[in-house]
């Protein structure tokens, strides 16, 4: 890659951001043009994530590449010269969070055409999410990370609030409060390792070339897993999570599940695993305890549920409990797998709220036991949702397997007993997963029901887009697994084989 | 030696037009002269001295000893005049229709800007104070033009006791460090301070709680903001507004030059001070805000909220320290000055109860004016892509770089909880519909409500985004200190 593709990301993140504000001067009866428009738009963004995620370069040695930088701020007070730079860059890491990205903004883009109520409101909230979470995967300096990372958390509220359902005031109100509260530590963690570099810079780069004090990277260490933690859903700090997904509209969830809970594992890895390597190793068991609770907590918890939409909320914190224990294992193949895990779970979960708002939107009911035999209703749908559950309970030859055989590996070689309770927690996913399948899909055809179509064409464009993502990563993982690979080995150079 | 009276033209063009306003009104049945040339003449004097400030910056010189003329005192003049315009553009419609005594009315907001700005020039204590006064007493006076609403009257009435109890304090200080430093001028002080000159350092440290209290009075620093919500809630509107932004700005900018000047060598004993003022005002602001039914309260509560954050500036005071509180201060006016203007344009057509609720609905309404409360909503609160986050980020910075971690984390707690109550503003205008039509539907706003709302808008997200200009003129300015 080189500085021409570094403006691609730069357009990446502009492009959804002056979307939103285009948007902003259309007249909102212009419905059509506004459908229009952000198909287009987000064709692009997907278009463009595609080139970047594929143009990756394997020869090349550094850390970052695709580096690309516009001065900011330079040499005023505390901040030295170059110290705040508009600087894009990726590893592989990025560029497979750039591509789920891409992949899920543009199912959800198409999804959301359905909405009736301020569709363009809607889109411009969205984007600006959307500008947010391109820019967070992309950013190279501190400053302008945590700006775009905190730009992706504020339209939130709205989203959930105006256009949620049940209790959305509350859903939404915690939801905004919990990952603000997480930010705080963030905050102080990017006020102390600015003060402690001493380089006047907030350039990540430069950054993560100084060599920090053991103890100092002890201290802060904990205040980035727990501040990005919180958005990733880490247990104890996940209870925004069931509540904000059961009351967000079906795009957000997808958004929100699928990429926004990763933003809070990126930024583990981005600042935590690659500035602090040391503090990174020395909780790295913190990190895989709190991963397998968030793990069979998650799984225990969706067992009990019988609301759709919770239980893939539990089933969300199960899942991203596997990309923490991943992490913790501080190995190359772990945190692979983590990546991976980030990814499959992406497009699998974004899936399973596609379907779910697609059958919410007609029954206004999400009880898993009001439901029975379903397959001869909306055969179309079971089977999405089929692939989507079997890719959740790791059958091999889907996204979900590639990804957790990575974590079980990485697990069992440090920890054989947690990566036991590990694979039970698999064993867990299956059972709620089937019951669910057998109790929604077969038995008998309940008349209750008669009024339910299967997907609209939309909907099957946009579950088609998710659902051979899954096949793709799930049979030929290997170009996620290239690249990934290589960006750990280069940036976390700490990380065991 | 010459004096060059050039340098205080701004001064002097704001004292002119307040007088010819004054004038005017007086013969108004004579000349034959209409209520809009006011507004008019007060918008035409702000702008020419924000103007010949500009043209004014990069001198520095002392007039008579007393009054300095650098790039601090034209970051003030710019600030200060800049608001006057914009209130006046945004809020001439309201005055119109709700005040009598028009001329007056912006006769007493051209003086006061000028004690402001005079309270930031002035080197010496006694000018200062004179300035301060000048400031109070046309803000005592306006915040009672409302005359036939009894609320008004007895928002004045507070302001006066106890501004007045305020000013008594400050000047005892005064008056005690003077009798320490044996000399009302800053340079003198300053030597005094630094050689350790100081006659008695009971004096000195009686002194020093004394002008830091009278001056928490003046700034409404907890604990001595009991008047402020009071005072907000029942003065008219855009006299809130200059309350919440000019009058702050005013006795912050003192504050630079008095405790980054003269008292610097005794920072040891007002340190302390300082640090207490600021942590008590950020939490107890922000937390009292949370349970306000009432807008103007709500803001008032959260404006006392905000000081705490510029205080923090002074709690481990440098050059950076100065110049990122000056930036956030910027950023801040920006910030609140758009809420207010917006608020004032809602209740120019509505009822004014004053209460949260009367924004129910108001993006169905009003989607531009819902859109621009709750982007300075979420700037107050330090949200990305508005002024607060990046002013506030630099301005955290500067203090951890000083030593002082554990007072930024208390502040951006604060900050976050500040969010809460910001958000229940936002909440009832986008997710309620308006159902009991407290709020006019569908109207459209005047020209210059737009223009002062829009421009203000565009200001504070391109603070937001490219703050760096702001920021180097604030370093300028506050490197004249140093």
């Known amino acids: ?29 212009e419905r059509s043009f506004i459908i229009g428009f952000t198909g287009l738009s987000s064709f692009v963004m997907f278009i463009f994530s595609l080139y970047i995620f594929l143009s990756y370069d394997f020869s090349s040695t550094d850390q970052f590449q695709g580096i690309f930088a516009i001065p900011w701020v330079s040499d005023i007070g505390i901040i030295g010269l170059n110290g705040i730079q508009l600087k894009v860059g990726i590893d592989g890491i990025a560029a497979a969070m750039i ?19 301020r569709i363009k409101d809607f889109f411009i909230l969205l984007y600006i999410l959307v500008a947010g979470v391109f ?168 067992l009990k549920q019988t609301d759709l939409k919770l239980m893939t909320g539990f089933s969300s914190i199960s899942h991203m409990g596997y990309v923490f224990l991943g992490l913790g294992t501080y190995t190359v193949i772990g945190i692979s797998g983590a990546v991976l895990q980030m990814f499959a779970h992406g497009v699998m979960t974004a899936l399973f709220f596609l379907l779910i708002g697609a059958m919410y939107d007609q029954s206004h009911n999400r009880d898993i036991p009001n439901f029975s035999g379903l397959a001869t209703k909306m055969p179309v749908w079971s089977i999405f949702f089929v692939i989507a559950g079997l890719a959740s309970l790791g059958l091999p030859g889907l996204s979900g397997f590639v990804a957790e055989l990575h974590i079980f590996i990485g697990v069992f070689q440090a920890y054989p007993i947690i990566g036991g309770l590990a694979v039970l927690t698999a064993a867990i996913t299956a059972t709620y997963l089937l019951r669910m399948f057998s109790t929604m899909f077969f038995g008998p055809v309940s008349s209750k029901w008669d009024k339910l179509n299967d997907m609209t064409y939309l909907e099957r464009v946009s579950a088609t887009i998710l659902a051979l993502s899954i096949l793709f990563l799930g049979l030929w993982p290997s170009p996620w697994i290239d690249r990934i690979a290589d960006s750990i080995q280069i940036g976390i150079p700490g990380a065991l084989m | 030696m010459m004096n060059n009276y050039f340098l205080i033209l701004p001064e002097i063009s704001l004292l002119l037009t307040g007088m010819l306003i004054l004038f005017l009104d007086a013969f108004s049945k004579e000349l034959g002269v209409g209520r809009k040339i006011f507004p008019m003449l007060a918008i035409i004097g702000s702008l020419l001295s924000a103007l010949l400030s500009f043209l004014l910056i990069g001198n520095n010189e002392t007039l008579f000893d007393i009054y300095k003329v650098d790039d601090l005192t034209a970051y003030f003049r710019i600030l200060l005049s800049l608001i006057l315009c914009f209130l006046v553009i945004g809020s001439h419609e309201y005055n119109d229709k709700k005040i009598t005594h028009i001329g007056e009315y912006y006769f007493l907001l051209l003086t006061a800007t000028v004690g402001g700005i005079v309270m930031v020039a002035g080197v010496e204590l006694i000018t200062m104070y004179v300035g301060l006064e000048l400031l109070s007493f046309s803000l005592y006076v306006a915040s009672s033009s409302l005359i036939n609403d009894k609320q008004s009257g007895e928002a004045s009435l507070k302001y006066v006791l106890i501004g007045g109890v305020g000013s008594a304090i400050l000047l005892f200080g005064l008056s005690m460090i003077y009798g320490s430093a044996q000399s009302t001028f800053y340079n003198d002080i300053a030597i005094n301070f630094l050689n350790g000159d100081f006659f008695n350092l009971e004096f000195l440290l009686v002194g020093l709680i004394f002008l830091i209290a009278g001056l928490g009075f003046k700034l409404s620093a907890v604990p001595f903001h009991m008047w402020a919500p009071d005072v907000y809630q029942g003065a008219p509107t855009p006299v809130t507004a200059f309350l919440s932004t000019s009058s702050k700005a005013a006795v ?114 009003q989607p531009f004016l819902a859109l621009i409360i709750s982007a300075g909503l979420f700037s107050l609160a330090g949200m990305p892509l508005l002024a607060g986050f990046f002013t506030k980020f630099i301005l955290f910075q500067a203090i951890v770089q000083n030593g002082f971690l554990w007072i930024v984390v208390i502040a951006v707690t604060m900050s976050t909880i500040s969010l809460y109550y910001y958000l229940q503003i936002i909440k009832q205008m986008y997710l309620f519909e308006d159902n009991d039509n407290n709020c006019v539907s569908k109207w459209n706003l005047t020209p210059s409500q737009y223009i002062a709302s829009s421009l203000l808008f565009l200001l504070v997200i391109f603070i937001g985004i490219y703050g760096t200009p702001f920021y180097s003129f604030a370093e300028q300015s506050i490197m004249v200190l140093f």
């Open chain 1, 99 to 117: 591509l789920l990205t891409g992949i899920v903004i543009l199912a959800g883009t198409i999804v959301s055409w359905k909405i009736t109520y």
């Open chain 1, 1 to 29: 890659m080189n500085e021409i593709d570094g403006m691609l990301l730069v357009s990446l993140f502009l492009i959804p951001l002056l979307s939103a504000v285009f948007l902003m001067l259309v007249p909102s009866r």
């Open chain 1, 135 to 302: 820019g967070t995967f992309a950013m190279l300096d501190l400053f302008f990370w945590f700006l775009l990372y905190e730009t992706a958390l504020l339209p939130m509220y709205l989203l959930i609030g105006v256009w949620g359902s049940t209790r959305k005031e509350y859903g939404a109100m915690k939801l905004m409060m919990m990952l603000v509260a997480g930010s705080i530590l963030i905050f102080s963690a990017i006020f102390m390792i600015f003060t402690e570099a001493q380089l006047g810079s907030f350039d990540l780069e430069l950054l993560a070339t100084v060599d920090y004090n053991r103890n100092f990277q002890i201290l802060v260490f904990p205040l980035i897993a727990i501040g990005c933690g919180t958005l990733g859903a880490m247990f104890p700090f996940h209870a925004w999570s069931p509540d904000g997904h059961a009351s967000a509209p079906t795009a957000v969830s997808m958004l929100h599940a699928g990429v926004l809970m990763k933003l809070g594992a990126f930024g583990i890895i981005r600042l935590g695993f690659q500035l602090l390597p040391e503090g990174a190793a020395y909780w790295g068991p913190g990190l895989m305890f709190l991963g397998i609770v968030a793990a069979l907590y998650g799984a225990v918890s969706a």
């Open chain 2, 252 to 365: 912050i900018g003192l504050l630079f030059r008095l405790l980054g000047g003269p008292l610097l060598g005794v920072i040891e004993y007002w340190q302390p001070l300082i640090i207490l003022l600021s942590v008590l005002t950020m939490i107890i602001g922000n937390l009292i805000a949370i349970q306000q039914k009432n807008i103007k309260r709500m803001l008032a509560y959260s404006s006392v909220g905000q000081i705490g954050y510029l205080l923090m500036a002074f709690v481990g005071l440098s050059s950076y320290t100065l110049s990122a509180a000056l930036f956030h201060l910027s950023g801040y006016l920006a910030t609140n000055l758009l809420i207010f203007i917006a608020i004032i344009i809602f209740y120019t057509k509505n009822k004014e109860n004053s209460l949260i609720n009367d924004f129910k609905g108001l993006a169905n309404n």
